[in-house]
């Protein structure tokens, strides 16, 4: 077993102005694998759909991205975190990093 870091970034997919998922959700996953391809990380993403309360007290439910990536540097987390911000139009997004054990299982034919 390998101990390692997994980040996990959660990018909502509802634009910061309009409160609305301006395109497809295909269309931000899309964007999303091309950052990752541009920054030669390894990259696992799904999508969720969650809750949260703005800070005026009003509810919003939206579609995010959750972007998985193991053993990245910090430097590069907080670049593609930049990123996205900047591409999917958010305020900001949330990073969760936690140590983790990780193992392959090969079974040979």
Do not use: P, W
């Amino acid at each position: 077993m390998k101990k390692t870091v997994k980040t996990e970034i959660y990018v909502g997919l509802n634009d910061s102005l309009t409160k609305e998922q301006m395109f497809s959700t295909d269309k931000y996953i899309s964007i999303l694998k091309d950052v990752c391809r541009n920054y030669h990380v390894a990259f696992s993403v799904n999508v969720v759909n969650g809750g949260y309360f703005h800070d005026d007290g009003s509810y919003v439910e939206e579609n995010s991205l959750v972007l998985t990536l193991v053993d990245a540097s910090k430097e590069i987390i907080e670049e593609i975190s930049k990123d996205l911000c900047v591409f999917f139009h958010q305020e900001s997004v949330m990073v969760s990093s936690t140590e983790s054990e990780v193992f392959f299982v090969e079974e040979r034919i």
